[in-house]
């Protein structure tokens, strides 16, 4: 029988939130950057953990590609997105000699790496930490709910958009999640439509095509909301960096509760 993990360089963390989706390319990353820029704005603190190793794009995101991880005497420290240090990211982008270099890793490796950065990154006190995972149900998911689970209240939120490709992709994420006791706590239907930045009309799939059928795989079911987090969001990738970035935080997850509270 395992010993439980002792608390460590997660001993401050409060909320663990899982960015999931069996299909890639639905915007995980987008959606974990923008979540952590959203609770920012409400005052949290705020880590973001990248453990997508093969696409590491949250640093490009935050503008802080090439920035150096540097080690104290807990381990490595995150680097940290704004001067108020009220954000903070730890990815295998930082990692890299150059940032085209591919990361050709099998399994065991990258999970511990995974496990590493669970155990050995100073995190300091923070309200939430969000971790943006690859797309799939494979090593690196494993890895990363059974390192994360000893250290606090773990609850995925789990992103698809509205084509049968990827709802059915993610049906399967549900799944996973039900077999490895995650708690879903949410459920984004991303790339739903296309709101012009000029006339503010918006285009495309109906809101709900694809996640009003996948609350319903929820076990205690989730009501979808369309007005939460679409219309309104800022076409570009930084509000937060941006003129107008007030508007669209308050706009965004304005329904969201932490785990228990």
Known sequence: MEAAAEPGNLAGVRHIILVLSGKGGVGKSTISTELALA??????????????????????MLRVQGRAVHQCDRGW?????????GISLMSVGFL???PDEAVVWRGPK???????????????PLDYL??????????????????????????????TTPQAVSVGDVRRELTFCRKVGLRVIGLVENMSGFVCPHCAVSR????????????SRVGRGLEVDPHLCVPGVHPRL????????????RSAL????????
């Open 39 to 60: 609770l920012r704005h409400t005052g949290k603190k705020v880590g973001l953990l990248d453990v997508d190793l093969c696409g590491p794009s949250i640093p490009r």
């Open 77 to 85: 420290l995150p680097v940290f997105v704004d001067q108020e240090q």
């Open 96 to 98: 890299l000699e150059k």
């Open 110 to 124: 990258k999970n511990a790496l995974i496990k590493q950065f669970v155990s050995d990154v100073a995190w300091g």
């Open 130 to 159: 969000v971790v943006d995972t690859p797309p799939g149900t494979s090593d690196e998911h494993m890895a990363a709910v059974d390192a994360l689970r000893p250290y606090g209240p773990l609850g995925a939120l789990v992103v």
């Open 204 to 215: 495309g799939r109906p809101r709900g095509a694809g996640g009003q059928p996948l609350s």
């Open 238 to 249: 930084l509000p937060g960096r941006r003129r107008g970035a007030g508007q669209t935080h």
């Open 254 to 261: 304005p329904g969201l509760r932490a785990p228990g509270s």
